[in-house]
T-cell receptor, first 116, second 114 residues
Framework: AQSVAQPEDQVNVAEGNPLTVKCTYSVSGNPYLFWYVQYPNRGLQFLLKYITGDNLVKGSYGFEAEFNKSQTSFHLKKPSALVSDSALYFCAVRDPGSSNTGKLIFGQGTTLQVKP | EPEVTQTPSHQVTQMGQEVILRCVPISNHLYFYWYRQILGQKVEFLVSFYNNEISEKSEIFDDQFSVERPDGSNFTLKIRSTKLEDSAMYFC????????????FGSGTRLTVV
């Protein structure tokens, strides 16, 4: 069965330091991978996606993610964290078996805490 | 930038009552979805809707749930007889035709069943 795992419930990082939020996936076909961010009492905001092509994907707010097929990972990264990056981050994969109407399968979420 | 709009932002209802959660997807999108997030848990797929019919639904989406696109712009989720465990944040999402397009989510409706 398709699944997404975010192994860390929370990531703490000091402002200005690089951050990584981890995500691994398990799908039967070629994955379409997404990162979303959720600020308190807000909806899910799209950050970036990997469909095909370059393994390093750049997205909103200076975030990027690297697709690694051999490790089945899609870790979210940012070179220099801001306090305002503190939020809940979700990794998601589109279920290849759902064809074009494909549902997203979400990881359990990782809370990023950036301290000044 | 186009948005998915959900109303109300917060609804409190008594157990056993019917609720309707409303969504206005992006106008040229063709695929519509409902997800829910119980407090502190992951976002879970409920149902997808395309061409005026359900294309896929999860085990959560039982006979108490229904969806409708009554007028070509709104997309609603109805829960016929709410239970305490239906308390969650419900997200609507929409997507355009392309297989590689992203999904746009609304800001959610927080449903509290008392």
């Amino acid at each position: 069965a398709q699944s997404v795992a975010q192994p860390e419930d929370q990531v703490n990082v000091a402002e200005g330091n690089p951050l990584t939020v981890k995500c691994t996936y398990s799908v039967s076909g070629n994955p379409y991978l997404f990162w979303y961010v959720q600020y308190p009492n807000r909806g899910l905001q799209f950050l970036l996606k990997y469909i095909t092509g370059d393994n390093l994907v750049k997205g909103s707010y200076g975030f990027e993610a690297e697709f690694n097929k051999s490790q089945t990972s899609f870790h979210l990264k940012k070179p220099s964290a801001l306090v305002s990056d503190s939020a809940l981050y979700f990794c998601a994969v589109r279920d290849p078996g759902s064809s074009n109407t494909g549902k997203l399968i979400f990881g359990q979420g990782t809370t990023l805490q950036v301290k000044p | 930038e186009p948005e998915v709009t959900q109303t109300p932002s917060h609804q409190v209802t008594q157990m056993g009552q019917e609720v309707i959660l409303r969504c206005v997807p992006i106008s040229n999108h063709l695929y519509f979805y409902w997800y829910r997030q119980i407090l502190g848990q992951k976002v879970e797929f409920l149902v997808s809707f395309y061409n005026n019919e359900i294309s896929e639904k999860s085990e959560i989406f039982d006979d108490q749930f229904s969806v409708e696109r009554p007028d070509g712009s709104n997309f609603t989720l109805k829960i016929r007889s709410t239970k305490l465990e239906d308390s969650a944040m419900y997200f609507c999402a929409s997507k355009s035709w392309g297989t590689t397009d992203g999904y746009t989510f609304g800001s959610g409706t927080r449903l509290t069943v008392v």
